[in-house]
């Protein structure tokens, strides 16, 4: 799995887990899974998460090669 900074994102903007699925139009489960690492989103999803925090996909979703 993929790893990722989306707590942390999402927590120096204070918001909530449901605040943050509402603006990207997901379930607050969803949001738990990715922050957890159980699910890698789609590029559509990893690209609107990226542009809500004005950041590059690569800054919040963190690939290390040797895990494949």
Known sequence: MMKNRLEELRKIRNLSQEELAKLLKVSRQTIISIEKN??????????????EFNQAIEEIFLWNQEDE
């Open 38 to 51: 159980r699910y890698t989103p789609s590029l559509k999803l990893a690209f609107k998460i990226a542009n």
